[in-house]
């Protein structure tokens, strides 16, 4: 789409004439900057990711059923860039639980997770990504927090107290076990961990009161960053297995705290401005505010009230010479005096205003010196690299406006900033342009009201943004009993909320269907409080100006798995016409390929399954095996700390009550009906007998060794699809140590180097250290990850960094499983598993035709009563679903969000009732 350099429509300011008028192109540089834009839009075309998910929270036993959208573009094309979707299972302490890798088709993908048993209740997160989106950042990825109960007896919550006392902040956990009869956990003893960082900082042994209660203080003098930080109890239940429960700290603040904003930039002296402001609690959400802004005098100019989420804003008319302070007010009395930034003598006040439904208001402000100074600026309005309007500005008076047509403005977060006539970027303000660019769709069924068991048909209407048939719309159904998964609409994630909002802005965003589920104008406002105060960055306009539009590291992958290398002899040259072998037996693939002049080779298109093994063997031209083969590998995506930690339940029990209590009903049907599969979670039996020690299972070890497993930073055991997705141990070491990567050293041997430290790690296998060229062979293949039975990482205590050997970088203990030794290390030959497509299960819903079956007469408590990601609308844009009702009457919630060939999106909640 053309930018528009043509004035579309002129606002007249009280009753004064303005003068105002976009200037007539000409070889002004706003060619220069609409250039520079274009060519990081080519070269970084944005993706997005959106999971529907088919409820917004679970309990351990079930399955968590989702779709996912991938978008290119402002137009939210569906991508043909990507083939591969990457999905993420993360606890509460940014631990990774399973990755799928997922074949994208046509834009789409479907895929699920199990919760099994062997996790822990708490709030997990599900991430998606592309490796293309990588280069963007992680912080667009797609990442959502939901909570995850259990259906067991015991009852647990924390709350968090924090008080600031000489300068130390200390945080009260306060922690109760009760069972759900209310009966207290009293006067047992409880085993607690404090985990910062993956590492446990500190372990106590304490007792709760006779009420079930157990109070931690924590004091962080040092202002630890807190965020991802959990508390580990293990409760002596007696009778029963002990209660192992992980409490989030949810503490992303030290202390409340308020922050100003100037529009677009800086006050300006003389120059009316709006400021906004967004006050957050230690626990990340909005507080209420309010106060007022004095000056140097005591002299109040302005007062404030938060007005959503700890946000707010206010008019501000700064004058030369005096500074601000804003007397803050809490909610609970308290006060606080913040100094707001400083105004600057000269410059502009850039504000965006969205008074009419069809038009979009844009006033440049500008100081007296800068009106005579400057005649002309430069405007641009962008959204995601396609520029909408790019102009020179004529600036004649004071206060120049002028007016665009919001229909030229994809629906989504809009960028306007002006430049100086040389290009030089002054002033950014982002907002939100609710555009008339969504699907419009219409479900309805033949009556409002049903019976148990009895089957539904709905019918799907969907129009474009014109009123026309959606011809080939792509949806995904949901539909839940309300009344057992109870939710909150502006606490939903939807496909609104994510690409169109979270998705581009950086940081936590609190409730964000509120924006969308509520009409009006006290949204509106409230969303654009929301820009003044988060912004948008995904590109720096100097740095693209300059030229420095940085070539994307990762690229777009192709449907099938790529294994590439480079081939070398054994001086460490590469060799070119080399013959590479590409062999795997149970994918029924054989295929061979010769080096370049640079030793490298490329498999490519290699569609398989997930856990399929290849073995890949090198040749010289001579049919010599002295060659050294090395694969290339895409870098471990780490876990990065929970941007929503916010969103983290520390009271699951009371969060998830309703679906709690219904899962324990059906859980007791299907055991005395004998369908034990079906329980969620079988109830825990002791079973006394003697405990085989780990010891057993591990090699004899020599003199390096800990005493015991508390002495290590951090403890790595590698499941089964760990050993099995690894290539080697040194990537997988890599991907589960922070702050480490496998590197060459002066000899070319790997190695695995502390970046902080900047030194080597030791390694010590079996109680003996290695170093050289058998530590580089381990790395890289001689032992395996299905080798080892765990490894102790020290690098931050002392006492037993000293009792091995006293590297600053740290230890590195390999123990290995019984009967397990370095395999002979034949650098010619490379045995690997890439990561493949996983499996996809398909949802069940049962089929009640026969009311004599013995299926009919058992109860069906079921929460998720249908799903299906499958359904498009035909040249009328019309389609239908049938699914039979559970049995548990109440409020059923039919959810359907989807996208056309347009990239419109669309969503559309209907409610029934059964009887």
């Known amino acids: 789409m053309k930018p528009k350099k043509l004035l579309l429509k002129i606002g007249l300011l009280c009753s004064a004439v303005l003068l105002f008028a976009f200037i007539p192109k000409s070889d002004d540089p706003i060619d220069k900057l609409v250039a520079a834009l274009q060519k990081w839009a080519d070269t970084n075309p944005q993706e997005k990711v959106y999971l529907q998910t088919d409820k917004p929270y679970y309990a351990l036993g079930d399955t968590i059923w989702f779709k996912g959208y991938v978008t290119v573009g402002s137009r939210h094309q569906l991508s043909a860039l990507s083939h591969a979707l990457y999905v993420d299972l993360i606890t509460q302490g940014d631990s990774l639980v399973r990755t799928l890798k997922l074949p994208i088709t046509t834009g789409m993908v479907i895929g699920d997770f199990a919760l099994g048993d062997d996790l822990k209740p708490g709030s997990y997160r599900i991430r998606a990504y592309t490796q293309w989106m990588r280069n963007a950042g992680d912080e667009y990825f797609f990442d959502k927090t939901f909570t995850v109960g259990d259906v067991d007896n015991i009852i647990t919550k924390a709350n968090y107290q924090y008080k600031t006392i000489g300068g130390k902040t200390i945080l009260t956990a306060l922690l109760s076990y009760t069972d759900d009869a209310g009966k207290a956990f009293a006067e047992r003893k409880v085993k607690y961990q404090i985990v910062i960082n993956k590492q446990v900082v500190d372990t106590r042994v304490v ?526 070491l890599q991907a589960r140590i922070q702050g480490v990567m496998i590197q060459p050293d002066a000899h070319g041997q790997s190695e695995l180097y502390d970046m902080k430290e900047k030194a080597t790690l030791t390694m010590i296998v079996d109680g003996r250290q290695v170093d050289g060229a058998e530590a580089s062979d381990i790395l890289d293949g001689s032992v395996q990850p299905s080798d080892v039975a765990k490894i102790e990482v020290v690098r931050t205590n002392m006492a037993a960094k000293n009792m091995l050997g006293n590297n600053p970088a740290g230890y590195l203990l390999i123990l290995l499983k019984l009967g397990s030794s370095r395999r002979e290390y034949n650098p010619s030959i490379i045995n690997t598993t890439p990561k493949g497509y996983n499996k996809v299960r398909n949802f069940y819903s049962p089929k009640y035709d026969n009311p004599n079956a013995a299926s009919y007469k058992l109860p069906d408590l079921r929460t998720t009563v249908y799903w299906n990601p499958f359904v498009k609308t035909n040249e009328q844009g019309q389609t239908s679903f049938s699914f039979y009702n559970a049995d548990g009457p109440g409020t059923y919630k039919v959810v359907v969000e989807g996208i056309n060939a347009a990239g419109e999106l669309g969503r559309q909640v209907y409610h029934y009732t059964v009887e």
């Open 207 to 732: 007792q709760t009161d006779a009420l079930g209660n157990l109070s931690i203080s924590i004091e962080n003098d040092k202002k630890i960053d807190l965020s991802g930080a959990y508390i580990r109890t293990i409760l002596d239940a007696k009778d029963n297995n002990p209660i192992v429960r992980d409490f989030p700290i949810k503490a992303m603040l030290f202390q409340s705290d308020v922050q100003f904003f100037p529009e677009s930039g800086n006050m300006v002296n003389g120059v009316a401005c709006r400021v906004a402001f967004k006050a957050v609690g230690v626990d990340g959400l909005g507080v209420d505010v309010k106060g007022k802004i004095v000056d140097d005098g005591n002299t109040q100019v302005s007062a404030f009230e938060s007005f959503h989420a700890g946000m707010g804003s206010f008019i501000m008319h700064p004058e030369k010479g005096k500074n601000y302070t804003a007397q803050v007010t809490f909610a609970d009395g308290s006060t606080k005096n913040i100094a707001l930034p400083k105004a600057v003598d000269d410059g502009f006040v850039l504000g965006v205003y969205q008074p009419n439904k069809d038009s979009i208001l844009v006033r440049i402000n500008a100081s007296a010196s800068q009106v005579a100074a400057t005649p002309t600026l430069n405007f641009i309005a962008q959204t995601n690299g396609e520029v909408i309007v790019a102009s020179p500005v004529k600036i004649a008076r004071a206060s120049n406006s002028i007016w665009l047509e919001k229909k030229l403005f994809p629906s989504g977060i809009t960028q306007f900033t002006i430049f100086t006539a040389a290009g030089e970027p002054l002033n950014e303000r982002i907002a939100f342009i609710k555009g008339n660019d969504m699907m419009q769709l219409n479900l309805q069924s033949d009556k409002k009201s049903y019976k148990l068991k009895e089957p539904i048909k709905i019918d799907l209407n969907a129009k474009d943004s014109k009123g026309a048939p959606t011809l080939g719309g792509n949806f995904s159904v949901s539909v839940i009993d309300e009344s057992k998964a109870p939710i909150d609409e502006s606490q939903e994630s939807t496909i609104f909320s994510n690409l169109l909002l979270s998705s581009d802005i950086k940081g936590y965003i609190e409730k964000p269907n509120y924006y969308f589920a509520t009409e009006g104008d006290d949204a509106d406002k409230a969303l654009d409080n929301l820009m003044l105060t988060q912004g948008y960055r995904r590109f720096q306009w100097k740095e693209i100006l300059g030229g420095n539009i940085t070539k994307p590291k990762y690229e777009a992958e192709k449907l099938g798995a790529t294994i590439s290398g480079t081939v070398y002899n054994l001086g460490n040259k590469p060799l070119a016409a080399a013959k590479v072998t590409l062999l795997s037996v149970r994918a029924n693939i054989a295929q061979t390929t010769t080096t370049d002049a640079d030793g490298r080779f490329k498999f490519e298109n290699l569609v398989v399954s997930d856990s399929i093994k290849f073995a890949i063997q090198a040749r010289q031209a001579n049919n010599s095996d002295k060659t050294l083969l090395k694969l290339d590998s895409i870098p471990h995506q780490w876990v990065t700390k929970n941007k929503n930690l916010a969103d983290v339940s520390t009271d699951i029990n009371a969060t998830l009550k309703a679906y709690l209590d219904n899962g324990k009903k059906q859980d007791a049907i299907y055991e005395k009906s004998g369908q034990l599969d079906k329980v969620q979670r079988l109830r825990e039996v002791r079973i006394k007998a003697r405990r085989v020690k780990e010891d057993a299972n591990i090699n004899p070890q020599g003199m390096f060794k800990l005493g015991d497993e508390q002495s290590a930073d951090q403890i790595i055991k590698f499941s089964e699809d760990d050993a099995q997705n690894a290539v080697t141990l040194g990537m997988a």
